[in-house]
């Protein structure tokens, strides 16, 4: 595995993580991490929604055959 691919499933990773977290536990996660608390957690779930999204797509990316054309 080329230091390339590692990379991109390391982020794939990290993303997809995070997206769940503050999918799932918004408030519990923005509390943790010390950031101001806004009124509602719309906004920590709009963030983990769209780190979700991108986790899923580099790993799409990660795991599609070298044949296949690059992107998506």
């Known amino acids: 595995m080329n230091r390339k691919s590692w990379l ?12 769940v977290l503050l999918v ?3 408030r519990n996660l923005v509390e943790f ?4 608390i806004p009124s509602t957690p ?7 929604a769209i780190l979700t999204s991108i ?3 580099l ?8 044949s296949m054309v690059t992107g998506l």
């Open 59 to 66: 790993l799409i990316e990660y795991l599609k055959p070298s």
């Open 55 to 57: 986790g899923v797509a």
């Open 42 to 48: 719309f906004y920590a779930s709009i963030l983990g």
């Open 33 to 36: 991490l010390g950031i101001p």
């Open 8 to 19: 991109l499933f390391l982020d794939g990773l990290i993303n997809l993580a995070l997206g």
């Open 24 to 26: 799932i536990f918004p």
